[in-house]
């Protein structure tokens, strides 16, 4: 199974790495464990995003930058209204970052 490192970049992803950086510079881990476990962090996270989560949400606001690049579509809106079934939200600026998820599974 393929996957983008697309997490990495969330908060938890960033909190992962900076203590996987940590411990390698401490002697507690090798690099190559260190790279191991991200990996396997890409993996359980695409995993656990296509079986766990089932909301749907609807997007509107002011296109203001769209940018396709190695299969990755990336959109920054501003102003825009989120929907779900829990209800509503709006936020002055929001990145959407999304790729084909047929590619995951080459």
Same mark, same amino acid.
């Given at each position: 199974?393929?996957?983008?490192?697309?997490?990495?970049?969330?908060?938890?992803? &960033?909190?992962?790495?900076?203590?996987?950086?940590? &411990?390698? /510079?401490?002697?507690?881990?090798?690099?190559?464990?260190?790279?191991?476990?991200?990996?396997?962090?890409?993996?359980?996270?695409?995993?656990?995003?296509? /079986?766990?989560?089932? /909301?749907?949400?609807?997007?509107?606001?002011?296109?203001?930058?769209?940018?396709?690049?190695?299969?990755?579509?990336?959109?920054?809106?501003?102003?825009?209204?989120?929907?779900?079934?829990?209800?509503?939200?709006?936020?002055?600026?929001?990145?959407?970052?999304?790729?084909?998820?047929?590619?995951?599974?080459?």
């Amino acid at each position: 199974m393929a996957t983008f490192e697309l997490y990495r970049r969330s908060t938890i992803g &960033m909190c992962l790495t900076e203590t996987l950086d940590q &411990m390698v /510079s401490g002697g507690v881990l090798s690099p190559e464990l260190a790279i191991q476990v991200l990996i396997q962090f890409d993996k359980s996270m695409t995993e656990a995003l296509e /079986s766990e989560v089932k /909301s749907k949400v609807s997007v509107k606001g002011h296109l203001h930058t769209y940018r396709f690049c190695d299969n990755v579509w990336t959109f920054i809106l501003q102003n825009a209204q989120l929907k779900s079934e829990d209800g509503q939200e709006t936020v002055d600026s929001v990145k959407i970052v999304a790729c084909d998820s047929k590619l995951l599974t080459q």
